[in-house]
């Protein structure tokens, strides 16, 4: 018995779990995608190939699980490339099913697909052979599983139709063993044990890489016995949802209150974070006498602060800690109990400020804080990237690390809010996605709002439309940028939403926020966009600092 080239690719997929797909079709991959949704792989058209990938890439950050990404080849794979960067840097298991080169005959497009893959850091697997087409497709799929990371699976025109024949009743192959998670964590224990066994201040800080193990019971289990503070990355945040001792998120998000106690920690562990400028606050979160350890599956520290580095899984050298930690009897700290009175609620909540509203404009703060007592708790934020972004990291909190997806924070781009809003809404049906984007973001990655009302699913469209690129205008409006760049009309995005079929709304009060309770109290269905007109100006406290970052770095100061 036979079947095509493109029924095979679909039917292995699918019969390895594959669930959803996002794409644009072309005539490089629409006999491939006929392939998946004739076995059961659900399909959700995108408008652009950018926003495909950040779907897939969106729906994996929220579930766990591998999605396709499809698309055609030359021009249609090119479009692919912010978002696909993003992904790679975020650490995604994407696959990304794109056209390609003929095997045989002429060639079709003109760019060199592997080299601008491998460019990307995105490893290619090409369909050369009807006869391993099955074996290919799980090895493309299966390694984007284990090292979680996008993979490309190349798909020549010439072979799409070409004759396959069908394995046999229990020939099907063998799912590739996971690979190991890195060197045995007892061994290398020892000396963290005795750096604990000195620590009077400990702090427990958990990052994505954390949660992925699933080393999330274990790490608190640690830090319970220890008597230490948690923290976790930005990345991570809700790692720590509902534990009395956490403070939020580590770095420059972190609250004035939290940053105090986390600069008195004598000794950090942390777990599955990658430790950039961002989490560290470009080094001036820690003191300099306290001691880092970085729990991480790399074999090299990800920065020079890093005191000592453990090879190896997170869940793994947790659970080695606490068994260590109980073996030689070590007494927690005595540190909460000292700081209990500090604790009592350390988030940004409680940082008092002057509402810089006006008549016809909202402070951003105000909006942020009074949309928190609104939002459901069971939820999925979403946010894009730019200077509003500060508002939900400090007012907004998550049940969870896969219930935040930051886009375009592991490659500092705009644009892709509206696509993470609509693979996250499709991964967690469960969950009302909430997505929070700056105009000009919004304005970039417009095109995906249609597949966000297409797509069905309840999503609460929080817009912070301030009339410019905010990050420009706060770090480059004092140092002679020309304003006009940076500054442009003001956008209906209100009637936009109602164009394409969801309800808008312009705010410009808290009174307007009114229409939040309504689509809630009648059931959070399809899409609410909230054009919310703020203030221009009003600089987020958590990123006030990179103004100076930014003066110095223009002056030529050291």
């Not at 408008?47 to 890439?57: I, N």
């Not at 004092?478 to 394409?500: I, N, P, S």
């Amino acid at each position: 018995m036979t079947t095509t080239f493109a029924e095979a690719i679909g039917r292995t997929l699918a019969g390895d779990g594959v669930a959803h797909a996002f794409g644009v079709v072309a005539n490089g991959n629409v006999l491939a995608v006929a392939g998946l949704t004739s076995h059961g792989v659900r399909y959700l058209s995108a408008r652009h190939e950018g926003g495909a990938v950040t779907m897939a890439d969106a729906y994996y950050r929220t579930t766990g699980e591998v999605a396709v990404c499809t698309t055609g080849s030359g021009p249609a794979l090119t479009n692919t490339a912010t978002g696909l960067t993003d992904a790679v840097k975020h650490r995604s298991g994407v696959l990304l099913l794109c056209g390609d080169t003929p095997v045989a005959g002429p060639r079709r497009i003109d760019i060199d697909q592997t080299a601008f893959l491998a460019a990307l850091d995105v490893p290619v697997i090409r369909l050369t052979d009807p006869a391993t087409v099955r074996g290919d497709t799980l090895r493309a799929l299966r390694l984007a599983r284990t090292e979680q990371r996008p993979v490309a699976l190349c798909l020549p025109p010439d072979l799409i139709t070409a004759e396959v024949t069908e394995p046999e009743p229990g020939s099907w192959p063998e799912a590739r063993p996971e690979a190991s998670r890195g060197r045995s964590a007892p061994a290398v224990a020892e000396g963290v044990l005795e750096l604990l066994a000195g620590a009077r201040r400990p702090l427990v800080l958990g990052g994505l890489g954390a949660w992925r193990a699933g080393a999330a019971k274990a790490v608190t289990e640690l830090g319970e016995r220890l008597g230490a503070l948690c923290a976790t990355s930005a990345m991570a945040a809700g790692l720590f949802t509902g534990n009395p001792w956490s403070l939020g998120v580590c770095g420059g998000f972190a609250s004035p209150r939290a940053a105090a106690l986390i600069g008195e920690a004598d000794l950090v562990l942390a777990f599955g974070a990658s430790l950039d400028r961002w989490t560290l606050a470009d080094g001036g979160l820690l003191a300099p006498g306290a001691v880092l350890v970085q729990v991480d599956t790399r074999t090299t520290p990800t920065s020079d602060r890093v005191d000592l580095l453990i090879s190896g899984d997170a869940a793994e050298m947790a659970s080695a800690l606490l068994d260590g930690v109980e073996a030689r009897g070590l007494v927690g700290s005595g540190w909460r109990a000292d700081v209990a009175d500090r604790l009592a609620n350390p988030g940004w909540d409680q940082e008092p400020f002057e509402d810089a509203g006006t008549g016809d404009r909202i402070d951003p703060r105000t909006l942020t804080l009074t949309l928190a007592g609104l939002l459901p708790a069971e939820r999925t934020l979403v946010t894009d990237g730019g200077h509003f972004v500060g508002w939900p990291a400090m007012y907004w909190t998550v049940p969870d690390p896969a219930a935040y997806v930051f886009t375009g924070a592991a490659f500092q781009s705009i644009g892709l809010g509206f696509a993470g809003a609509v693979g996250a809404a499709v991964g967690r049906t469960d969950r009302t996605t909430v997505v929070a984007l700056g105009d000009g973001g919004a304005l970039m990655g417009l095109s995906e709002l249609e597949t966000l009302v297409r797509s069905g699913h309840s999503t609460l469209v929080v817009v912070y439309d301030d009339g410019g690129y905010g990050m420009e205008v706060v770090l480059y409006g004092e140092l002679g940028a020309d304003r006009d760049t940076m500054v442009f009309g003001d956008t209906d995005f209100a009637a936009t939403a109602r164009g394409l079929g969801a309800h808008g709304a312009t705010v410009r009060s808290v009174e307007d926020l009114a229409v939040v309770r309504d689509w809630q109290a009648a059931g959070a269905e399809g899409v609410l966009l909230l054009d919310c007109k703020v203030v221009p100006g009003v600089v987020a406290d958590c990123l006030a600092g990179l103004t100076s970052v930014i003066s110095g770095r223009t002056t030529g100061a050291s």
